[in-house]
């Protein structure tokens, strides 16, 4: 079993930045994927981007890449979403993930885990 726990988001102004956290516990072996995904309203969950637990080896959705970047804190088990340059299309429930199976990690049906997600609302 993997518990995970999201905090950290808000709201804040566009333009501006958010860090959220996952706090992960339980037993995670090191091939398990952690992902961040989000759901904005009226639209599917999309994957914001993954790591290998035992690698840390990072693969971000390209549509967010250089504006979003995770990283972890191996020490505390928790991993982080720094989102930058917000905009109010940024806006969604944002939640982290566990996958222990191998599949396409793009596909948010592939996770297992989750947290109970963080709402992130970004005005315009």
């Known amino acids: 079993q993997v518990q995970l726990a999201e905090s950290g988001g808000g709201l804040v102004q566009a333009g501006g930045s958010l860090r959220l956290s996952c706090a992960a516990s339980?037993?995670?072996?090191?091939?398990?994927?952690l992902a961040w995904l989000r759901q904005a309203p009226g639209k599917e969950r999309e994957v914001v981007g993954y790591f290998m637990w035992s690698t840390g080896e990072i693969t971000y959705a390209d549509s967010l890449k250089g504006r979003f970047t995770i990283s972890r804190d191996s020490a505390k088990n928790t991993v982080y979403l720094q989102m930058n340059s917000l905009k109010p299309e940024d806006t969604a429930i944002y939640s982290c993930a566990v996958a222990r199976r191998y599949g396409d990690f793009f596909i948010p049906r592939l996770y297992e885990y989750w947290g109970q997600g963080t709402q992130v609302t970004v005005s315009s």
């Open positions: 339980g037993s995670i072996d090191s091939y398990y994927r």
